[in-house]
């Protein structure tokens, strides 16, 4: 990549993180988010993986090194660039529920303790409903635009579902399929923690194209 795309690459990518962290679109999930999720890896990506939200998996290091050495050997992609449906993984919290209507403010505070109880958060997450998807889904075709790689990994069902319908592809999405929309592929897949090298060798014909 020339310096000057680079550079302006992240100067479009900075600032889009940047009206994410300040969103206030879902403002009963604001309490229990730190900090939202977002976006790492190469800046010219071969392939962009779409994850729904931040989940065990996404969240151990070792699975997404792991996830990206199988890319790398199966599919023969060298730049990875990995990246969330929504933003920030909503909670359900009963304690967060008798000071919701209160205070605005966030309830986690640096190290992820929550400020009520002075213990580590124990809100369980739950599965984003469609409109919050919705609210996040612009900052996800923001960023494709901005990094503009050839190939996007869509992780699960639902990522599947609510990507290719934003591009105007209203298949009903099976795993391993690929779709082309304005020189870019789209490729379907089952969700990160059941994909494996089989799943993975079986993605090398769309890979081809």
Do not use: W
């Amino acid at each position: 990549m020339a310096n000057g795309l680079r550079e302006e690459n992240i100067r479009r990518i900075i600032a889009l993180e940047d009206r994410i962290c300040d969103c206030r679109r879902c403002p009963e999930q604001l309490h229990c988010v730190r900090r939202p999720a977002m976006g790492k890896g190469e800046l010219s990506p071969d392939i962009m993986i779409v994850f729904e939200g931040e989940n065990q998996y996404t969240s151990d290091l070792e699975q997404i090194i792991e996830l990206r050495r199988l890319l790398k050997n199966c599919l023969g992609v060298k730049k990875i660039y990995h990246t969330f449906m929504t933003r920030c993984t909503p909670k359900a919290c009963s304690t967060r529920h008798s000071v919701c209507c209160y205070t605005p403010s966030k309830l986690l505070d640096k190290d992820y303790n929550c400020i009520l109880t002075k213990q580590p958060c124990n809100g369980v997450p739950v599965t984003p409903d469609t409109t919050q998807i919705l609210h996040c889904l612009a900052y996800l075709i923001e960023e494709i635009d901005i990094l503009n790689p050839h190939f996007v990994l869509l992780m699960g069902e639902r990522v599947s579902e609510f990507v290719l319908k934003s591009y105007g592809i209203f298949d009903l999405p099976e795993p391993g399929r690929s779709y082309l929309s304005n020189q870019r592929y789209f490729i379907t897949a089952v969700n990160e923690q059941y994909f494996g090298e089989g799943e993975c060798q079986q993605l090398a014909a769309a890979f081809s194209a």
